[in-house]
C-alpha cells in the first residue's frame, strides 16, 4: 500500500467542506494500493461559456487529486505545497462526470511528483496534468 494509513473516503470528502473543491463538486470515490481517484460533474459551475468543461477546472481536479495524496504520503509533522503544474486538455466535453485519478512519479523527501489523468465517463482520455510538490516542515 502507498498511503501510510487506511485511508478513509468521508474523511477525504470532508476535507474540502466550505472549499473550491466542494464548490465544483469535487468527490473522491476511491483509494487504491497506488492511486487516488475522484470525481467532477460537468455542470454550470465548471464549464466555460462555450459550453465545455472548463481548463481551470480540469486543473482544479488535478491539483485537488494531487495534493491530497501527497499529503498522505508525509508524516504528521510535515505538509505539502504545490510548486508546479501543467495539464495538456486533449479532449472537450459538454456534460456528465469526468473522473480523475493520480499516480505518484517521484516520491522524494523534499518532492513529490505526480501525474494526474483525467477521464470522460465515455473513458476517453481528456487531459493530462503533472503536479511538483515541496515537501516542508511544520513550524
Not at 65 to 80: I, N, P, R
Given at each position: 500500500?502507498?498511503f501510510?494509513?487506511?485511508?478513509?473516503?468521508?474523511f477525504?470528502?470532508?476535507?474540502?467542506?466550505?472549499?473550491?473543491?466542494?464548490?465544483?463538486?469535487?468527490?473522491?470515490?476511491?483509494v487504491g494500493a497506488?492511486?487516488l481517484?475522484?470525481t467532477m460533474?460537468?455542470?454550470?459551475?465548471?464549464?466555460?461559456?462555450q459550453?465545455l468543461?472548463?481548463g481551470?477546472?480540469?486543473?482544479v481536479?488535478?491539483?485537488?487529486?494531487?495534493s491530497?495524496?501527497?499529503?498522505?504520503?508525509?508524516?504528521?509533522?510535515?505538509?505539502?505545497v504545490?510548486l508546479?503544474?501543467?495539464?495538456n486538455?486533449?479532449?472537450?466535453?459538454?456534460?456528465?462526470?469526468?473522473?480523475?485519478?493520480t499516480k505518484p512519479?517521484?516520491?522524494?523527501?523534499?518532492?513529490?511528483?505526480?501525474?494526474?489523468?483525467?477521464?470522460?465517463?465515455?473513458?476517453?482520455?481528456?487531459?493530462?496534468?503533472r503536479?511538483?510538490?515541496?515537501?516542508?516542515?511544520?513550524?
Amino acid at each position: 500500500m502507498l498511503f501510510k494509513e487506511n485511508v478513509d473516503l468521508d474523511f477525504l470528502n470532508n476535507l474540502g467542506k466550505n472549499t473550491m473543491v466542494e464548490f465544483l463538486g469535487i468527490h473522491f470515490t476511491k483509494v487504491g494500493a497506488d492511486f487516488l481517484e475522484a470525481t467532477m460533474p460537468v455542470n454550470e459551475r465548471t464549464k466555460q461559456p462555450q459550453g465545455l468543461l472548463h481548463g481551470g477546472a480540469n486543473v482544479v481536479l488535478a491539483e485537488t487529486l494531487g495534493s491530497v495524496a501527497s499529503t498522505l504520503m508525509v508524516e504528521t509533522e510535515k505538509y505539502c505545497v504545490g510548486l508546479e503544474i501543467n495539464a495538456n486538455h486533449l479532449k472537450s466535453v459538454k456534460s456528465g462526470k469526468v473522473r480523475g485519478i493520480t499516480k505518484p512519479i517521484h516520491l522524494g523527501k523534499k518532492i513529490q511528483v505526480w501525474e494526474i489523468k483525467i477521464f470522460s465517463e465515455g473513458e476517453e482520455l481528456t487531459c493530462i496534468s503533472r503536479l511538483t510538490l515541496a515537501v516542508l516542515d511544520k513550524k
